[in-house]
């Protein structure tokens, strides 16, 4: 997080002004006071142009308490619904495909319903018989907001391709209102070049041949496993960046890496900040700061390009980049 806040200074001029509050949310905050996102928490938050937020997580908070009750609570509250995943291969990153292929595509995954809205329940709990069902929640509403920007997001890029991703031969009642808007959408890009995969094959392509896809659309689950395939094909994990993005701006959208908190390597000034910087640059594109998105995109390409494996620190590769945004 310093090394990202570190290149957002460097890179904008002055007479932007740059006002930060910092917030607690993580694991410390949980165990010292019992909370994670309480209202006055909101409260303040809806206060910000945007949030960036570090990676939350720790061994020592069950599994599911964070998730839920911060980043997910946040996500839904702020009605993030487009969940901006660039999956892109840069220039001397090692990808595990043969051939480094050329990946340059964006995955817009729903961010406020599917199977994360938290509907289900258990029934007959604790017996052999338990049985757990986990809803998917999928309304025309939901589905087209996302899809319309992402048909605008692909109008705006040259290849002008967007890929549905879905699962309709199984999940037949979600997949064929995903479908049916997709199609109905559709007829307001005449330029945009549609296709249709299922999740299954999409997972073949995204291996066998990721420079097929440009912009890719798909529900809230489906999204949160392809992305992790984007990132580990694109150069791991620790380069992913994501927008949780309010389009209409009625609520502050959030930007983060897509990575977790690495608890084995805390404090020791050796993780990656790589994906919380580009995720500054998604932050600046989205506030309109789009000249200064890209030159932090250029110094992280130009920084990636002349890596030798020697091994820096956290805040030497900040410096690193903030120096190459400013210079
Ligand atoms: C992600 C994460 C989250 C998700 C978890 C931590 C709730 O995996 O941002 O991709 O599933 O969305
Ligand atoms: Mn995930």
Known sequence: M????????????EDVKLETTEYDFGARRYHATGDTLTDADLAALKGHDAILLGAIGDPSVPSGVLERGFLLKLRFAFDHYVNLRPGKLFPNVASPLAGSPRI?????????EGPYTGNGGSLRTGTPHEVATEVSVNTAYGIERVVR????????????????VHKNNVLVHAGHLWKSVFDRVGREFPEVTTDYLHVDAATIFFVT??????????????????????????GGIG????????????FPSMFEPVHGSAPDIAGQGKADPTATVL?????????????????????????????????RTTAEIGDALAARVSG
């Open 104 to 112: 340059d595509f964006v995955v817009v995954r729903e961010g406020t």
């Open 149 to 164: 920007d992402a048909y605008a997001r692909a109008q705006a890029r040259p290849r002008k391709k967007l890929t549905l």
């Open 2 to 13: 310093a090394e990202g806040l570190k290149v957002l200074r460097a890179v904008l001029d």
């Open 209 to 234: 041949q990721p420079e097929r896809f440009d912009v890719i659309v798909t529900d809230n689950l489906f999204g949160d496993i392809l992305t992790d395939l984007a990132a580990a094909v694109t």
């Open 279 to 311: 995720s500054v640059a998604l932050l600046l594109d989205h506030l309109g700061h789009r000249e200064q998105a890209a030159r932090v995109e250029e110094a992280v390409a130009a920084d990636l390009a002349g890596r030798t494996g020697e091994p």
């Open 239 to 250: 380069l992913a960046a994501s927008g949780n993005i309010n389009p209409a701006g009625e």
